[in-house]
């Protein structure tokens, strides 16, 4: 059973700290998204990426936020340093678009926050 | 630009009775449509999409949408809510030309279903 995992599920840190947050996509999707998720915001989109290579990142607070695909099997969101703001659930989500007309795979969040 | 409402945040019915979530959307040409649900402490998970073709889409969980393009609408219904319903739901689209393939995600809306 295919699916996005995502490490790790909750993460308490205190302001300052650097906070890393992993995604496995699903096996063979070129294209990686990552989301957050508060009451406030709803969901936004915060960068993507397409066969390893940044997209699209002008969701993401540049100056703390970092995105990367090291390699296919791995992504990564780093903040640096924290801010309680940040607190909130942060998805990635993968796909194929071409042969999927667009649908996103879910994993199930970090969920972050910043004392 | 691409956008979503979705009209009413907090949706409240009776166990067996229909369940109707709004969904519109404004875009230039019609798009792929899609209906999401997120249970508690969990990731998006696809209801339906709707791409080309029948523009009554059944998905999961007995689910139903159909496309309007004269009202530029994707409303959601199931005939007989159940209390595992209960979770919140969110309409997206996406372009079918370029775009990059990214989701424009609605506010959601949080279905509650009482005994």
């Known amino acids: 059973d295919a699916r996005v995992t995502q490490t790790p599920r909750h993460k308490v840190t205190e302001m300052g700290q650097e906070v890393t947050m992993r995604c496995q996509p699903i096996?063979?999707?070129?294209?990686v998204f990552w989301y957050r998720q508060t009451m406030m915001q709803g969901l936004e989109l915060l960068a993507y990426f397409r066969n390893r290579a940044p997209l699209d990142d002008s969701g993401m607070p540049k100056d703390r936020f970092s995105a990367e695909m090291p390699d296919a099997t791995l992504a990564t969101l780093k903040i640096q340093p924290s801010e309680p703001r940040d607190s909130a659930v942060y998805f990635c989500?993968?796909?194929?678009?071409?042969?999927?007309?667009?649908?996103?795979?879910f994993g199930p969040g970090t969920r972050l926050t910043v004392l | 630009a691409q956008s979503v409402t979705q009209l009413g945040s907090h949706v409240s019915v009776s166990e067996g009775a229909l369940v109707l979530l709004r969904c519109n959307y404004s875009?230039?040409?019609?798009?792929?449509l899609f209906w999401y649900v997120q249970y508690p402490n969990q990731g998006l998970q696809l209801l339906l999409k709707y791409t080309t073709g029948a523009t009554l889409v059944k998905g999961i969980n007995g689910f139903e949408a159909e496309f309007k393009k004269s009202e530029t609408s994707f409303h959601l219904t199931k005939p007989s809510a159940h209390m595992s319903d209960a979770a919140e739901y969110f309409c997206a689209v996406s372009d079918r030309t370029g775009g990059g393939n990214k989701l424009t995600f609605g506010t959601g809306t949080q279905l509650k279903v009482e005994l």
């Open positions: 989500a993968s796909g194929l678009p071409l042969e999927s007309n667009n649908e996103q795979f």
């Open positions: 096996l063979g999707h070129n294209t």
């Open positions: 875009s230039s040409v019609p798009p792929y």
